[in-house]
């Protein structure tokens, strides 16, 4: 089989532009029962811990807030919506609540996705014993430390990776039947600790950062909204003393200010962890460097380039 070569005028079968959307948004579950009471993990699964009234309420009025921030108060009447939802008893619930300010016109879909369910801290959990596990937990670090029986937040990394990469096909492939001229809007309803890890990956914070992050509160939402440049910001829709509150660091703060309006795919000079981090006193360029030109520009490559296709005959 020999690659047949196609210029862009024979090729009638192109890959459609993808379409970004324009705001992925994750949302904590309401209050549970567990999260009232911690006796509750003794006599009732993990994954069956229901909501309390209260979560229902704060569900509820999460549903009024997120239509009034998709419609821009009911300005824009061209947007949909795509929900990723935990197989939890509390996420489920959340999101049937949620959905109550919907109509069906503006939902797209709905998934349950088990790779953003909760961290599994073992089955029925004893109370004194937990107490005891989670002090050593604090001393050992959050993130690498593996509950007996259950998984570390390093697990729980690695599955929401999975899923990211999923949801990145979903989006690159249409699976989502979105229409372009609507804005589209992912909404995932999941977990603590699970939002947390899920913001890690995507903005690649480092594991010392991700042990400074707190716990979003019930019903909190974080909006990762699309910049101009085509990056994603938690700075567009989200003020400086949220992030604060958040855990952020005035490095990784400046970092979603730089992305709200960044080109995809631009280095960031100014956010240090990305080489400081890493490494001690780099000098700016070799002594004997011959070119201190940047590299051309991807975008620019492409353009310069004949755009060819490669196909089998």
Same mark, same amino acid.
């Given at each position: 089989?020999?690659?047949?070569?196609?210029?862009?005028?024979?090729?009638?079968?192109?890959?459609?532009?993808?379409?970004?959307?324009?705001?992925?948004? &994750?949302?904590?579950?309401?209050?549970?029962?567990?999260?009232?009471?911690?006796?509750?993990?003794?006599?009732?699964?993990?994954?069956?811990?229901?909501?309390?009234?209260?979560?229902?309420?704060?569900?509820?009025?999460?549903?009024?807030? &997120?239509?009034?921030? &998709?419609?821009?108060?009911?300005?824009?009447?061209?947007?949909?919506?795509?929900?990723?939802?935990?197989?939890?008893?509390?996420?489920?619930?959340?999101?049937?609540?949620?959905?109550?300010?919907?109509?069906?016109?503006?939902?797209?879909?709905?998934? =349950?996705?088990?790779?953003?369910?909760?961290?599994?801290?073992?089955?029925?959990?004893?109370?004194?014993?937990?107490?005891?596990?989670?002090?050593?937990?604090?001393?050992?670090?959050?993130?690498?430390?593996?509950?007996? =029986?259950?998984?570390?937040?390093?697990?729980?990394?690695?599955?929401?990776?999975?899923?990211?990469?999923?949801?990145?096909?979903? #989006?690159?492939?249409?699976?989502?039947?979105?229409?372009?001229?609507?804005?589209?809007?992912?909404?995932? #309803?999941?977990?603590?600790?699970?939002?947390?890890?899920?913001?890690?990956?995507?903005?690649?914070?480092?594991?010392?950062?991700? =042990?400074?992050?707190?716990?979003?509160?019930?019903?909190?939402?974080?909006?990762?909204?699309?910049?101009?440049?085509?990056?994603?910001?938690?700075?567009?829709?989200?003020?400086?003393?949220?992030?604060?509150?958040?855990?952020?660091?005035?490095?990784?703060?400046?970092?979603?200010?730089?992305?709200?309006?960044?080109?995809?795919?631009?280095?960031? =000079?100014?956010?240090?962890?990305?080489?400081?981090?890493?490494?001690?006193?780099?000098?700016?360029?070799?002594?004997?460097?011959?070119?201190?030109?940047?590299?051309?520009?991807?975008?620019?490559?492409?353009?310069?380039?004949?755009?060819?296709?490669?196909?089998?005959?």
């Amino acid at each position: 089989m020999r690659p047949k070569i196609e210029t862009e005028q024979n090729h009638s079968h192109r890959k459609p532009i993808t379409i970004l959307p324009k705001r992925i948004i &994750l949302i904590r579950h309401g209050e549970s029962q567990g999260n009232l009471n911690s006796a509750t993990y003794t006599t009732t699964p993990d994954y069956k811990v229901p909501l309390t009234e209260e979560g229902l309420i704060q569900a509820r009025n999460a549903g009024i807030k &997120l239509h009034r921030l &998709l419609s821009n108060d009911g300005t824009n009447p061209h947007w949909r919506v795509y929900f990723y939802v935990s197989p939890y008893d509390r996420a489920r619930s959340t999101l049937r609540e949620i959905g109550r300010a919907f109509s069906k016109k503006r939902i797209i879909g709905v998934r =349950e996705e088990c790779r953003i369910r909760e961290q599994d801290f073992g089955n029925f959990q004893v109370e004194e014993r937990m107490k005891v596990v989670k002090e050593t937990r604090e001393r050992f670090g959050r993130f690498f430390y593996r509950f007996p =029986e259950g998984e570390s937040a390093a697990d729980v990394y690695d599955r929401v990776s999975s899923f990211l990469e999923s949801l990145w096909r979903d #989006i690159d492939m249409n699976r989502l039947r979105h229409c372009p001229s609507q804005d589209l809007n992912l909404i995932i #309803i999941s977990h603590g600790l699970t939002s947390r890890v899920f913001l890690t990956k995507w903005f690649k914070w480092t594991v010392e950062q991700f =042990e400074y992050l707190n716990n979003p509160d019930n019903c909190e939402c974080r909006v990762m909204q699309l910049g101009e440049g085509g990056e994603y910001s938690l700075a567009i829709h989200h003020t400086e003393e949220e992030m604060v509150e958040w855990g952020l660091s005035p490095e990784m703060i400046s970092d979603q200010k730089w992305r709200a309006s960044a080109n995809k795919g631009q280095w960031n =000079e100014r956010c240090p962890w990305y080489l400081d981090a890493f490494f001690d006193s780099l000098a700016d360029s070799d002594d004997n460097d011959s070119c201190d030109e940047p590299c051309q520009d991807q975008d620019e490559l492409v353009e310069s380039c004949s755009r060819i296709v490669i196909t089998e005959e």
